[in-house]
């Protein structure tokens, strides 16, 4: 998709997507993670499966925001600096052949896509409603020729951490043609 001019822009959409939330879930791999690494090793290490730790986490999200607020900016010894950076040059190196030459502010727009990424997904992370990103297609068939660029936000627990009976489309899904 990345090869063909048509579908370029979504393909990078999605892969710049897909780079961020994967990275900010709370399985994200602590070597990884956009989120504080210290969350995220916390987060790896809670059982979440069973059905009353969906209030507890709530609660513990809740609290961790308030007593480390997410902020816009980052110091430069932040540890999530590095996995920003190594994101990015991850990202780079997929997209360099496809881009221009001598676009020298592709790199520095790039990280701080994923910088601002890392922000949301913390702002996300320490809501007391639990969000979930959804990126399947319909399962009728309808979207077949379509790719997800940005999943949908679906929100699957209330402010109490108790899960809703169904679950609230915040955002839709944001798609693109697939190439033919």
Not at 140 to 146: K, L, S, V
């Amino acid at each position: 998709m990345l090869s063909n001019s048509d579908t370029r822009v979504g393909a990078v959409r999605f892969l710049l997507a897909w780079s961020i939330l994967s990275n900010v879930g709370y399985k994200s791999q602590v070597d990884h993670t956009l989120l504080p690494p210290a969350l995220a090793e916390c987060l790896c290490a809670m059982n979440l499966e069973t059905q009353s730790s969906s209030a507890l986490l709530s609660q513990w999200r809740h609290v961790t925001g308030a007593l480390i607020p997410p902020s816009k900016t980052m110091s430069s010894d932040d540890p999530r600096q590095f996995n920003i950076s190594q994101l990015a040059r991850d990202v780079n190196d997929v997209l360099r052949s496809f881009a221009s030459p001598d676009d020298i502010g592709r790199f520095a727009n790039m990280t701080e896509i994923l910088r601002q990424g890392a922000y949301v997904g913390y702002v996300t992370l320490v809501q007391p409603t639990t969000w979930a990103f959804e990126w399947e297609d319909e399962a009728d068939g309808r979207h077949a020729n379509e790719l997800v660029v940005f999943p949908a936000l679906v929100q699957i627990s209330d402010e109490h951490g108790r899960p809703r009976n169904k679950a609230l489309r915040s955002m839709d899904k944001q798609s693109v043609p697939r190439a033919r």
